[in-house]
């Protein structure tokens, strides 16, 4: 029997993983610093006895679009965003090294300063501590000075510096956590040229348009992919009639 059957289904099974990856774009089309996950299909050859227009389908996530998305002005000073290319580095629950492009940042109760997803934000000795203060600023360099409770309002002491970095995108992956992190697992060297603007967030990079268009296409090669299933059940049964008759 020929492996039409088999192929269609490849084809079916993974093209609704591709859709699965456009629709978990979607559904972060508003989180703040998201970058849209890309999606590609290959063909495999079918092993074994078949004819060589035969080949199976895979579908894979190639790479992440780390293309900037757009200012989001809040006005709030703990908001905070790269300006260009680059990475503000946090720990990862593993302890590991991992990188964002935007946090809305926070300091718990410990004094210890957070991004918007929970994670400690690392700085120059790793994750940066924020001792009482009356203000809170970040410098366009990463840097984080307070005025302490009692000080002057013109005295801000130097605290800390955001470790930013910008290394090649071509070894960078996205983990399951969200997160960026190097495909080496070693941590990126800070980059001084780097820059951050206080009072921004940036939005996710997805373009709902390019999204809807993605999935409705797939959709239409779904479609088509069942058919063929169900052209391969006929021949079946019409094969299965032929040889009773015999």
């Not at 809807?212 to 299933?229: G, Y």
């Amino acid at each position: 029997m020929d492996k039409m059957l088999y192929v269609a289904m490849t084809g079916a099974s993974q093209n609704a993983l591709a859709q699965q990856a456009h629709a978990n774009n979607l559904a972060n089309i508003s989180t703040t610093g998201f970058q849209r996950d890309l999606e590609q299909a290959r063909s495999m050859p079918v092993f074994g006895d078949s004819f060589p227009s035969r080949a199976y389908a895979m579908t894979e996530r190639p790479a992440t679009d780390f293309s900037a998305g757009a200012m989001i002005e809040t006005g709030r000073e703990l908001d905070v965003a790269v300006s260009g290319s680059g990475f503000m580095a946090v720990q990862a629950p593993d302890g590991s090294e991992a990188y964002v492009r935007t946090g809305s940042l926070n300091i718990d109760a410990l004094g210890v300063l957070r991004a918007g997803n929970g994670m400690p934000v690392l700085g120059n000795g790793g994750p940066i501590a924020v001792p009482p203060e009356q203000k809170v600023e970040v410098g366009d360099d990463g840097t984080i000075s307070i005025r302490a409770m009692g000080e002057d309002p013109r005295v801000m002491a130097q605290v800390d510096r955001i470790k930013l970095v910008n290394p090649d995108t071509k070894g960078l992956v996205k983990g399951l956590d969200g997160l960026i992190h190097t495909s080496s697992g070693q941590p990126a060297d800070a980059d001084v040229n780097v820059r951050v603007v206080s009072g921004f967030l940036e939005a996710s990079n997805v373009n709902a348009v390019e999204e809807m268009t993605s999935m409705l296409s797939l959709s239409r090669q779904f479609e088509l992919h069942i058919k063929m299933m169900n052209a391969a059940k006929e021949g079946d049964e019409a094969m299965a009639r032929v040889l009773q008759i015999g």
